[in-house]
């Protein structure tokens, strides 16, 4: 007999590891035993707990569990839980109307092109400034490669280079690896001038925030004047997207005929929480800069 | 060891264990009270046969697991005392050749001891546990844990005075082998 029990004593204490290692839905069992441990030990713990009143009774005014410190405690866990709760409740709301707000300003906007508004959480940030930037959508959410971002309906942001099935890269426009961009220059007073009549340009990020191109003296361009993408290679959808704003024009002294002129994008991706990604509809989606899946 | 022996005292002492410690409760330093069903198995730890002290140690600790627990949950964490009494019947189990086992002090010391390796292995089970699963009932961290079982351990050291004395007058009706020293502090 003792030497069954010496041999089971193994296996029970490995059941017991595993036991007390197995999720809380596994341990339904012990429910169990602990209800027939509760039956049988019950009515003597009543009366071993009259027995304790009676030793030593609770002082007036703080009967009941408000007396048992581990009770207070999870009460004031539970506070503390709900508070933060609250406070997360919160900012998904105002989060939730900001995203209510970009998208609604892509529906009201005209636009020519039937797009999709996304609303896309700015995630991972790249350490080096106007890097790449992790968006919380993917292709799951009907994000292809090319797709463009935009803030406030109209300012382009830039455009998303890779693709997974939760998440994409979103390229800044700024950013010093993009590739050139094709814009045309408005007078800021004459926002109506055709765009055969606009001055053109082809901007090459400078990885500071800013984009930079030649253009023609003759041109008569001033700071403030609206920089708006007209570019090819880019969808559609991102065709007259305001690109930024002149910050500069510079004289060019290794070409006196050229001016070289410094475009800083009003937003950047650095300062924004969210994007809205134009999405083309299928029937619409051309091919340049990539097309919906 | 009389198992219907242990049976009875082992009853009498989880009933109070489970209702009348209140009593004994030291709210000002964080609501501890003392572990009797540990003052118990270390009774019986310094004087049954070894594999008697492991069954009766690894009984008692599943009874205490089984006990209501201080947090609602929907099911009860087997382990940590069942696993942690054994492993402190275990200790007992080495030390008592070297100890006089029916010294009042003895069972205070070797109770303080049996609880601290309680404490070490429930301690450890319970963190590693939490790491996957956090719906584990720790203490707040491992180290809180740690520190409340490590003052229930000390208190229920100074509770094994009188109640360890108590046992030891029970001690012929156990039906141990060995261990027949006078008894004294």
């Not at chain 1, 926002?191 to 340009?201: C, E, G, K, L, W």
């Not at chain 1, 004047?225 to 559609?236: E, S």
């Not at chain 2, 264990?17 to 572990?35: C, F, M, Y």
């Not at chain 2, 261990?179 to 004294?184: D, E, F, L, V």
């Amino acid at each position: 007999m003792r030497f069954s029990s010496q041999r089971i004593l193994p296996f029970v204490l490995v059941l017991t590891l595993a036991l007390c290692m197995a999720p809380g839905r596994a341990l339904g069992v012990t429910n169990l035993l602990a209800e027939i441990m509760n039956l049988v030990l019950g009515p003597f713990a009543i009366a071993g707990n009259m027995l304790g009143q009676w030793l030593r009774p609770a002082p007036l005014g703080l009967e009941g569990p408000v007396n048992d410190p581990e009770y207070v405690l999870h009460l004031q866990q539970e506070r503390d839980e709900f508070e933060r709760l609250y406070v997360a409740e919160q900012a998904k709301v105002d989060a939730l109307q900001q995203q209510l707000a970009q998208a609604q300003m892509i529906a009201s906007a005209q636009m020519h092109i039937p797009v999709r508004p996304l609303v896309a959480r700015v995630g991972v940030r790249s350490s080096t400034p106007h890097g790449t930037v992790t968006l919380s959508r993917g292709s799951n959410h009907g994000v292809y490669v090319g797709a463009v971002a935009a803030y406030n309906a109209v300012h382009l942001l830039g455009r998303v280079i890779e693709v997974s099935r939760l998440q994409c890269v979103f390229q800044p426009l700024a950013n010093k690896d993009s590739p050139l961009v094709d814009a045309i220059i408005l007078p800021r007073d004459q926002r109506d001038t055709p765009t055969s009549r606009a001055a053109r340009v082809q901007l090459q990020p400078k990885g500071d925030g800013t984009l930079r191109g030649d253009v023609d003296r003759a041109a008569i361009i001033n700071a403030g004047d609206i920089v708006k993408l007209l570019d090819d290679t880019w969808p559609p959808a991102a065709q007259g997207m305001i690109v930024g704003h002149v910050e500069s024009v510079e004289s060019k002294e290794s070409e006196p005929l050229r001016n070289t002129i410094v475009v800083r994008p009003q937003y950047h991706i650095s300062q924004v929480a969210y994007v809205t990604l134009k999405l083309e509809m299928e029937d619409s989606a051309t091919q340049p800069g990539g097309a919906p899946r | 060891m009389r198992w219907s022996v242990f049976a009875i005292v082992s009853f009498i002492v989880i009933v109070l264990q489970l209702s009348v410690r209140e009593v004994l409760t030291l709210h000002s330093i964080g609501a501890i009270s003392p572990d009797l069903v540990a003052c118990l198995a270390t009774f019986i730890a310094l004087f049954a046969p070894r594999t008697t002290v492991l069954w009766a140690c690894w009984l008692l600790g599943l009874a205490m697991d089984l006990a209501p627990a201080a947090r609602s949950m929907n099911w009860h964490l087997v382990g940590p005392n069942a696993l942690g009494y054994v492993f402190g019947g275990y200790l007992v189990l080495h030390m008592r050749a070297m100890v006089f086992r029916r010294r009042m002090l003895t069972t205070a010391l070797l109770t303080f001891l049996f609880l601290l390796a309680v404490a070490v292995l429930a301690t450890f089970l319970l963190t590693l546990r939490h790491w996957y699963l956090p719906d584990t009932p720790l203490h707040g961290s491992p180290l809180g844990e740690f520190w409340l079982r490590l003052k229930i351990a000390l208190y229920s050291g100074v509770a094994a005075l009188p109640f360890g004395w108590l046992l030891q007058l029970t001690v012929a009706f156990w039906g141990f082998t060995g261990g027949a020293s006078r008894r004294g502090w």
